[in-house]
């Protein structure tokens, strides 16, 4: 707080802050309450218990979609990461900035449902090409190729999630100063190790966040992955569905909140730890930051 | 002495060649010419400074030299050796840079070893050398330190340890001084001299500061508009430069512009302003009426203040009105202007309390015969 702050106004900042992030995270605990209520949503009557918990694990559709979306979550985070990553490295060394950037995130500002339903469009084509390609070549080879399916879904979720991680990787990598990478490379280390050794351990917190932006968008997204996923379902298609059809199921919410405690926990806990090393090498440095002579 | 052989690094055998050599070195960027026609040679051993103004394609040479820019015709000769197809790692060179360039996540001890880890030296073999490298940067003490622990002396001297350590046999350092302040720049200059002459390998140090320049240098080139200019010897370059620009650039010469009166001898007549000045010819070729320039450095130039006007005009001295004086410590400066509005400035090293004359007045400067100089381009 600057000295001359008013105390009052100081303290309305920090109620607002508190008041953002109530409104942020009140649906957020309103599930977390529902999930531990015996009598699920609605109920007049709240009887605390954790049997929806324990029946999370029974019922087959709930962990059958959680399953596809982790696996999902995990080969779009392994595809999506290195190509932004490789993107934001030519776009810091393209002469021309706004061309790439324009492609790049151009996926953003198209609405979900039409990006979807234009993949949905292509897939079917290209379904119907390769098909087509197989029969002139007398064979069964292509045929599944582009029917909807897990591919198809990953690939929309890549191109969905992209823009998302070149974004992120972008910024952690604008603090990084070219000159290092000479540095290393006048010290007999060759480009790709220059990158290895210098580069990404600096840019390994963007890369990491990229990683975890990539899972969130992918358990989050709806209109893409329904349009494309074919046969199988994933852990938002499930509860959208059960909404839209039945209403949630008191092990949804269990699920829910499930998801929603583990995503704070490692949040809270990488967050935690980041303060807690900030604090111990700024202490390690005060410690040896005795005068010295230049 | 030995050299690490990195990654196809070879070993340069050509004893006689000179370390660099660059021969009709271009570097283009569209229609940007950064670079044009560069031709020199520079000897094994040598301290040689590439100095002129910023944005005159000295960074550029040194940078092409080293591996990180391709020129656009000409090539570069390690030892005798073409060496245009190699990127930096597997040339002989190693480079310090302005600023910014230690690995901020690595101790100093780790930026240092870096070179070694990655030619696959034994872990041994790479703390020992390391060692030797601080301690000949008298680092020692640091060695556990992050970069942003250190002075920015104390980051340059890092940086230093970690080229000196890879024993390459030319070494490339762009600005080095360049962020340091002044006295910093200063006490780094005298120990860039020492360090090159104790471990007796080609420095190749680009700067635009002269002092820096003379400090370090066996010999200098100066490099502007893409050219280079003029080199020779940092004592040449002061007290006798051959081009007008060198003249202009290096030390603090009076440029005087003038047209020949008569060409006819060994020394010739110039009118100055004027005045008819006399200069040695020095085997240029001149023809009367031919526009030239002549320089004096301020240092040689006398300023009469008593009766100036009076004085008869002798071919080494001329008239012009008195403007100001400029106290600068160690030395004080006299601006007068001539009669064509040209600026000359006599420079004393003194702390004179005599009378300055008034704004205006009359004064004459004059110098010795033998420093004045003709330049034709």
């Not at chain 1, 499930?238 to 583990?262: C, D, K, R």
Request: proline share 4%; aromatic share 10%; charged share 20%.
């Amino acid at each position: 707080m600057n000295d001359y702050d008013n105390p009052w106004l100081h303290r309305l900042k920090w109620a607002y802050l508190l008041f953002v992030v109530l409104t942020l995270m009140t649906p957020v605990l309103y599930v977390m309450y529902v999930s531990f209520n015996a009598n699920g949503f609605g109920a007049n009557e709240y009887v605390f218990t954790l049997e929806w918990y324990g029946l999370i694990f029974s019922d087959e559709l709930l962990i059958g979609a959680l399953r596809w979306t982790l696996m999902l979550a995990v080969v779009v985070t392994v595809i999506t990461v290195p190509m932004a990553l490789l993107a934001a490295k030519h776009y810091k060394s393209a002469g021309n900035k706004i061309f790439p950037v324009f492609l790049l995130l151009a996926p953003l500002f198209v609405p979900p449902d039409i990006l979807g339903s234009a993949l949905l469009v292509s897939f079917k084509n290209l379904n119907i090409a390769f098909i087509w390609l197989g029969d002139q070549l007398g064979t069964a080879m292509f045929d599944g190729w582009f029917r909807l399916s897990f591919l198809t879904a990953t690939i929309g979720l890549i191109i969905y999630t992209i823009p998302y991680s070149f974004v992120v990787i972008l910024i952690t990598m604008g603090r990084y100063r070219p000159e290092q990478t000479e540095a290393a490379r006048a010290c007999g280390a060759n480009g790709w190790r220059a990158f290895w050794d210098i580069e990404f351990p600096q840019i390994r917190a963007g890369v990491f966040s990229a990683c975890a932006f990539t899972v969130i968008l992918v358990f989050n997204e709806y209109t893409r992955t329904s349009l494309l996923k074919g046969g199988f379902d994933t852990f938002t298609t499930v509860l959208i569905s059960q909404m839209l059809n039945t209403g949630m199921s008191p092990q949804s919410y269990a699920m829910s909140a499930m998801v929603s405690f583990v995503a704070i926990a490692v949040i809270g806990s990488i967050i935690l730890f980041t303060m807690i090393r900030a604090e111990s090498l700024s202490r390690v440095a005060r410690a040896k930051a005795a005068p010295v002579g230049s | 002495m030995t050299q690490i052989e990195t990654q196809g690094t070879q070993q340069m055998t050509d004893s006689q060649a000179p370390a660099v050599e660059v021969r009709n070195l271009a570097k283009h960027y569209g229609d940007f010419v950064a670079l044009q026609n560069v031709n020199v040679s520079i000897g094994a051993g040598e301290y040689f400074v590439l100095l002129g103004p910023s944005g005159g394609g000295k960074t550029t040479l040194l940078r092409t030299i080293g591996g990180f820019q391709k020129p656009t015709h000409g090539e570069v000769l390690l030892h005798g050796r073409s060496v245009g197809h190699l990127p930096p790692d597997k040339r002989p060179t190693s480079m310090v840079f302005q600023a910014y360039a230690l690995f901020p996540h690595m101790s100093v001890e780790q930026n240092v070893g870096y070179g070694l880890k990655v030619a696959g030296l034994p872990r041994a073999q790479v703390a020992e050398k390391v060692a030797a490298a601080l301690e000949q940067v008298g680092l020692t003490p640091f060695a556990a330190r992050r970069p942003h622990e250190l002075s920015g002396g104390q980051q340059q001297r890092v940086q230093l340890a970690r080229a000196i350590v890879l024993d390459r046999d030319i070494l490339l350092l762009d600005e080095p001084l360049a962020a340091l302040d002044a006295q910093l720049r200063k006490d780094m200059c005298l120990e860039l001299k020492h360090l090159q002459e104790k471990v007796g390998i080609t420095f190749i140090h680009v700067t635009h500061n002269q002092e820096e320049a003379m400090t370090v240098a066996d010999r200098i080139a100066l490099i502007a508009n893409g050219e280079l200019v003029e080199f020779g010897r940092a004592r040449d370059i002061y007290r006798a430069p051959e081009k007008t620009f060198t003249a202009s650039f290096v030390g603090e010469n009076n440029v005087l512009k003038g047209r020949v009166a008569e060409a006819a001898g060994s020394e010739i007549i110039v009118d100055v302003a004027g005045s008819r000045l006399q200069v040695d010819k020095r085997g240029l070729a001149v023809s009367d009426g031919q526009e030239v320039t002549l320089s004096i450095r301020s240092e040689c130039v006398a300023l009469d203040r008593v009766n100036g006007a009076e004085t008869p005009a002798d071919g080494f001295s001329i008239t012009g009105a008195y403007d100001e004086s400029v106290y600068l410590g160690l030395t004080t400066s006299h601006l007068v202007h001539l009669p064509d509005g040209t600026e000359m400035v006599s420079r004393e090293i003194a702390d004179s309390d005599e009378r300055l004359p008034e704004a205006g007045s009359r004064v004459r400067l004059s110098w010795k015969p033998s420093d004045i100089r003709l330049h034709v381009e």
